[in-house]
């Protein structure tokens, strides 16, 4: 199979924004008094904000858990700096870049992608970007990766998705994409430890 498109997730895949992505959810949690775990906040990571906030605080109108979603946004563009790079993501992407198209598929809010996407000038390696205001699905749903491929102009059998989550897997196989997941995923096609595997395991497709 020769690919024409590489598609990455962002959070945990090119970039470790785990604590700040945690905290954006703790902190509105915590405010009302609502205590979970970190390690429960990190299960639900890939699926919309809305049910994030939903799972731990059921008795919430739609109105607070907007609210909530307000606040987290602000802790996160308040903790960009706290970003670090995923190891080998620079020279991941910038072996890439000009072998195929390139695109982002991520769920976070588009102030906070582009502004990482800044801070590592990295905007310059991707032919499309689709953010989460540009969807009405959170994953599983096969919607983030679909826009993708109609923006890329290339169809799902010509693609892989990149990603750390069992949401991002799951995604992929709903959208009929390959998926390397950096994790053990048995449902992957193909599982990394790092980007530097990634990258090993799509010489083979280029």
């Given at each position: 199979?020769?690919i024409?498109?590489?598609?990455?997730?962002?959070d945990?895949?090119?970039?470790?924004s785990?604590?700040?992505?945690?905290?954006?959810?703790?902190?509105?949690?915590?405010?009302?008094?609502?205590?979970?775990?970190?390690?429960?906040?990190?299960?639900?990571?890939?699926?919309?904000?809305?049910?994030?906030?939903?799972?731990?605080?059921?008795?919430?109108?739609?109105?607070?858990?907007?609210?909530?979603?307000?606040?987290?946004?602000?802790?996160?563009?308040?903790?960009?700096?706290?970003?670090?790079?995923?190891?080998?993501?620079?020279?991941?992407?910038?072996?890439?870049?000009?072998?195929?198209?390139?695109?982002?598929?991520?769920?976070?809010?588009?102030?906070?992608?582009?502004?990482?996407?800044?801070?590592?000038?990295?905007?310059k390696?991707?032919?499309?970007?689709?953010?989460?205001?540009?969807?009405?699905?959170?994953?599983?749903?096969?919607?983030?990766?679909?826009?993708?491929?109609?923006?890329?102009?290339?169809?799902?059998?010509?693609?892989?998705?990149?990603?750390?989550?069992?949401y991002?897997?799951?995604?992929?196989?709903?959208?009929?994409?390959?998926?390397?997941?950096l994790?053990?995923?048995?449902?992957?096609?193909?599982?990394?430890?790092?980007?530097?595997?990634?990258?090993?395991?799509?010489?083979?497709?280029?």
């Amino acid at each position: 199979m020769k690919i024409k498109a590489v598609i990455f997730d962002l959070d945990g895949t090119l970039v470790d924004s785990h604590k700040i992505h945690v905290d954006s959810y703790l902190i509105p949690l915590n405010k009302r008094e609502i205590y979970p775990k970190p390690e429960d906040i990190l299960s639900g990571f890939g699926t919309f904000d809305f049910v994030i906030f939903r799972k731990f605080s059921p008795k919430s109108s739609e109105e607070e858990i907007r609210q909530m979603i307000r606040e987290r946004k602000q802790v996160l563009i308040e903790e960009v700096s706290q970003t670090r790079r995923m190891p080998y993501s620079d020279e991941i992407l910038q072996f890439l870049k000009g072998k195929t198209k390139l695109a982002l598929a991520t769920g976070t809010f588009g102030e906070m992608t582009y502004k990482t996407l800044e801070m590592f000038d990295w905007k310059k390696y991707f032919d499309v970007i689709v953010v989460g205001e540009d969807v009405k699905k959170s994953r599983p749903d096969p919607e983030i990766l679909n826009t993708a491929l109609d923006k890329l102009k290339t169809d799902s059998d010509k693609a892989v998705y990149v990603g750390d989550s069992i949401y991002d897997v799951q995604c992929a196989k709903n959208a009929n994409v390959k998926v390397i997941a950096l994790g053990n995923f048995k449902e992957a096609d193909f599982t990394a430890k790092n980007l530097l595997e990634v990258k090993t395991i799509l010489e083979r497709f280029l």
